[in-house]
């Protein structure tokens, strides 16, 4: 994952040879080829070749997503996260400045889903609003309605 954000930080669109980044990262540079020849594989980065050679991204920096670079470079970093948070955790936090920004995002889109979703919301996701004394039946029962045409996602799915 850093050895990315470092391609995407430093490239400027031109080939970042991959020792720079392993220098820069310290990180080992025969780790990184098996990563970056996974990367490639699935069309991410591409290798350009000669004395001005490396790697480049093949799309824009913000085509590509943390989320597809964990499942192709890490596919088992999703099972931990749920079995572990802290173990997932761990391993996102191996570069303190790129997790700083990535758990700073995460929390604002937290905070800011936290803000949207109301108690009749998640009342609204049980097929029968089992409430006898709802406060607000007719919008319960207007997002119940949204959710089964599917014109709105239920909260455990946003």
């Known amino acids: 994952m850093q050895a990315l954000f470092d391609l995407a930080h430093h490239s400027h669109g031109q080939?970042?040879?991959?020792?720079?980044i392993a220098e820069r990262q310290?990180?080992?540079?025969?780790?990184?080829?098996q990563i970056f020849n996974k990367l490639k594989k699935a069309?991410?980065?591409?290798?350009?070749?000669?004395?001005?050679?490396?790697?480049?991204?093949?799309?824009p920096c913000n085509q590509v997503s943390v989320g597809e670079v964990l499942r192709l470079t890490d596919s088992s970093f999703y099972a931990v996260a749920k079995e572990d948070p802290r173990a997932a955790n761990q391993a996102l936090m191996a570069d303190e400045r790129m997790s700083l920004m990535l758990w700073n995002r995460l929390s604002d889109h937290i905070s800011a889903f936290m803000e949207k979703v109301t108690f009749a919301d998640l009342c609204s996701e049980t097929a029968s609003n089992t409430c006898p004394d709802c406060t607000c039946p007719e919008?319960?029962?207007?997002?119940q309605g949204?959710?089964?045409r599917g014109e709105r996602k239920a909260c455990g799915v946003m």
């Not at 069309?43 to 799309?59: F, H």
């Not at 919008?139 to 997002?143: G, P, T």
Request: hydrophobic content about 45%; glycine content about 10%.
């Open 26 to 33: 310290k990180l080992s540079l025969p780790f990184l080829e």
């Open 146 to 148: 949204q959710i089964v």
């Open 43 to 59: 069309g991410v980065v591409a290798s350009v070749r000669g004395p001005k050679g490396g790697y480049i991204l093949t799309r």
């Open 15 to 20: 080939p970042v040879p991959l020792h720079v």
């Open 139 to 143: 919008y319960v029962k207007d997002v």
